[in-house]
């Protein structure tokens, strides 16, 4: 499974962002797994931010986010978005998009970086005062 982030950029406090990722690979069913942004700050852990499992519908947020960023997502286009909206200047970092096929316990682990097996390279997203 190969997963491409794209829609990182610069943008003033307040603003609005959508990330996308676009998930491809041979024999790939993209409804078959759990979808993930994570991010990742200069010398910082990397956290989860949001995650929706398109087997059953489940989204899950991070608290310091919560109403601020919706996840969505496009089974025809094999595409996972992000929509960041009201934004901080410590929103400010790379985001990755992960993913893992019909996970277990989904729920008790959908933050931890170590529950998905396969990653993008990454999308930054700068957040200017």
């Known amino acids: 499974v190969q997963l491409v982030e794209s829609g990182g950029g610069l943008v003033q406090a307040g603003g609005s962002l959508r990330l996308s990722c676009h998930a491809s690979?041979?024999?790939?069913?993209?409804?078959?797994?759990?979808y993930a942004w994570f991010r990742q700050a200069p010398g910082k852990e990397r956290e989860g931010v949001s995650s929706?499992?398109?087997?059953?519908?489940?989204?899950f947020y991070a608290d310091f986010v919560a109403g601020r960023f919706t996840i969505s997502s496009d089974i025809a286009e094999r595409t996972v978005y992000l929509q960041m909206n009201s934004l901080k200047i410590e929103d400010m970092a790379a985001y990755y998009c992960a993913a893992v096929p019909r996970p277990a316990e989904y729920g008790r682990f959908w933050f931890e970086p170590g529950f998905y097996d396969y990653w993008g390279q990454g999308t930054p997203v700068t957040v200017s005062s």
């Open positions: 929706i499992s398109l087997v059953d519908g489940v989204t």
């Open positions: 690979g041979s024999g790939f069913t993209f409804d078959d797994y759990a």
